[in-house]
């Protein structure tokens, strides 16, 4: 019998973002450990570890996400990636097919930051920001009436030095993070198939930029204090195993934590047990009871356990709405679902990520062909665009083919039938009378495949009435 994050629908948020850098299902492919630290004189309750592991999830999900990019780009950066992902994409699971990305990194101690973009000739733009806590703000979105007209944003902190949240000449807009290191993402609906307004987009994506506020008033930039930044992990099982007292400790003393949020009491009260407090530099001699190899087997245990929730459809439909929310707006609970499942994820009121099941709800695999069939009144409840994008299921990678096509939508193509509808082709060898541009190719094996729906600027209440379309098999 399959173990569950094989399933389907195990895959259904992973992407989410195509920012997310999630560990790869721990029975098959977790990393060895490179040095775990012997166990302290105090031991920890399974029960302790397990409610660290549980409310410290969010915080090293996103320090592992934000540091490697910051690895990659550096602080008060931004880079357009105005190419569509392909099968060589394997930094991250489930990677996006069908939108462009912007990637900032603010580092918002020394001054605050401001963005400068342009506006944008696509049907589809948001911006998301969101720091090492993992709560979701999209500040701006064509679903809010942004990006008709270039716009500039500043983002600080409580802690910003020499700022305290004032107007400022020039600034249209100014926002307060709840974290000093933030990532802010650009989706950008590139209009592929339309190569003189795709060309136009890539080039309004590269005039996105970052500028310190002294810069930008005129004056000599703020000197920014180096930092060291503990070990990012492969995986985030090897910071539980490795150096998550280092990480944590320095994810909250570069947070903002509240006497009145439940879930950052929730947080502080665990690591209270390990002698961790808000505030502080990291001192190993108070990181009491620190078993790598422990917290490393519940983080596992955790993880697993997550992904189980999403194995029933009608679960994930309810679970939906309540993800990728601002600070205040979402538990503690949803928290660690989405950074388990994927981090930094639209909320629902941008898109949603239904996923596409097997018509009997079990596993697809490569050994079979499958046609996915939508007849034009149950075509997404998309305003924007949607799409359709396959992996395989135990990495969460595009299926390698020499044709890179592993999306069906407006990005990747498709093709409607004469009656508005369209028929979606999983298969080994392209069928025949199926246009290109709707036949995912998979090569014959023994391989578990997911397939995941992306719905931009969805019709909320069309979606939840709608019944996502289901795979049949077609070959044996």
């Known amino acids: 019998m399959k173990v569950l994050y094989r399933s389907a629908l195990a895959v259904l948020l992973i992407y989410l973002a195509g920012c997310s850098d999630q560990p790869p299902p721990p029975a098959e492919t ?110 701006l979105s064509v679903t809010k009436g942004d990006f008709k007209k270039p716009g500039k944003v500043l983002f600080y902190t409580s802690r910003t030095q020499g700022y305290e949240g004032g107007p400022v000449e020039g600034i249209d807009r100014s926002f307060e993070m709840t974290g000093d290191f933030v990532s802010a993402v650009f989706r950008v609906m590139p209009h592929a198939k339309d190569a003189e307004r795709f060309a136009r987009i890539r080039e309004q994506m590269k005039m996105v930029k970052p500028v310190g506020l002294a810069e930008f008033s005129g004056e000599a930039a703020a000197a920014v204090e180096a930092v060291d930044f503990p070990d990012v992990g492969q995986t985030d099982f090897d910071i539980y195993a490795n150096n998550f007292p280092q990480v944590i400790q320095f994810a909250l003393l570069h947070s903002s934590l509240e006497q009145s949020d439940p879930e950052d009491q929730q947080l502080l009260e665990a690591l209270a047990a390990m002698g961790i407090e808000e505030g502080n530099n990291f001192d190993p001699a108070q990181a009491r009871g620190y078993d790598g190899a422990r917290f490393r087997a519940m983080a596992e245990k955790v993880w697993q356990e997550e992904f189980a929730r999403m194995l029933d459809p009608a679960s994930m439909k309810t679970l939906l709405p309540k993800m990728f929310k601002t600070k205040g707006n979402i538990s503690a609970d949803i928290l660690l679902f989405q950074s388990v499942i994927g981090p930094i994820g639209l909320p629902h009121t941008e898109a949603v990520y239904p996923p596409v099941l097997s018509v009997d709800g079990g596993p697809m695999n490569a050994s079979n062909d499958y046609v996915i069939h939508m007849d034009k009144e149950h075509l997404p409840p998309a305003r924007a665009f949607w799409s359709v994008t396959l992996y395989d299921s135990a990495n969460g990678f595009f299926i390698p083919n020499e044709r890179k096509k592993y999306s069906v939508g407006e990005n990747a193509g498709m093709k409607f039938n004469d009656e508005g509808g369209i028929s979606i082709y999983i298969a080994a060898e392209q069928p025949a009378g199926v246009p290109d541009e709707n036949w995912l190719p998979i090569e014959r094996r023994d391989q578990d495949l997911d397939v995941i729906m992306r719905i931009y600027d969805p019709d909320l209440a069309a979606f939840s009435e709608y019944d996502p379309p289901r795979a049949q098999k077609i070959s044996e």
């Not at 540091?67 to 990659?72: E, G, M």
Request: glycine share 0%.
């Open 30 to 139: 977790t990393a060895a450990v490179a040095e775990v630290a012997p166990p302290k004189a105090e031991v920890l309750t399974d029960e302790q570890i397990e409610k660290i592991v549980r409310s410290s999830y969010p915080f090293v999900a996103m320090y592992n996400v934000n540091n490697k990019f910051a690895l990659r780009q550096g602080w008060n950066s931004c880079v357009a990636d105005t190419v569509l992902k392909d099968h060589t994409m394997t930094d991250i699971a489930r990677p996006n097919n069908d939108t462009l990305y912007i990637a900032c990194l603010l580092d918002l101690r020394a001054e605050p930051v401001v963005i400068e973009f342009p506006a944008f000739d696509s049907k589809y733009v948001s911006l998301m920001v969101t720091a090492y806590d993992h709560y979701v703000n999209v500040p």
